[in-house]
Nanobody, 129 residues
């Protein structure tokens, strides 16, 4: 069992920055190091959508078009943690952000919700105009 805990959300003005963290805990937390990790978000009244993903060694990353050039995903194996640096935030980035662990070993980077099996509880990001 792997538990994922997000942090770093909050209220920020448009144009500002936030850094989200997602740490794994539990007896098998280091299993995260061989899996891909993803960030997704869900705004009120909308479906959960892909934001970014990173493969097991960080060599492959992917971003939704809406965040490309503004967000950066990274991971720290020693800390069993994945980060999402969010710059130039816009009001449309307002959502609950979730991190997730891929079902398969992480040679690739996965963009589909169905490719992930463990999810964090989410952290709220609110961008004011």
């Amino acid at each position: 069992q792997v538990e994922l805990v997000e942090s770093g959300g909050g209220l920020v003005q448009a144009g500002g920055s936030l850094r989200l963290s997602c740490a794994a805990s539990g007896r098998t937390a280091n299993v995260l190091n061989v899996h891909s990790l993803g960030w997704f978000r869900q705004a009120p009244g909308k479906e959960r959508e892909f934001v970014s993903c990173i493969n097991w060694n960080g060599a492959i990353t992917s971003y939704a078009d809406s965040v490309k050039g503004r967000f950066t995903i990274s991971r720290d194996h020693a800390k069993n943690t994945v980060y999402l640096q969010m710059n130039s935030l816009k009001p449309e980035d307002t959502a609950v952000y979730y991190c997730a662990k891929s079902r398969l070993y992480g040679r690739e980077c996965y963009q589909s919700i169905g490719d992930y099996d463990y999810w964090g509880q989410g952290t709220q990001v609110t961008v004011s105009s």
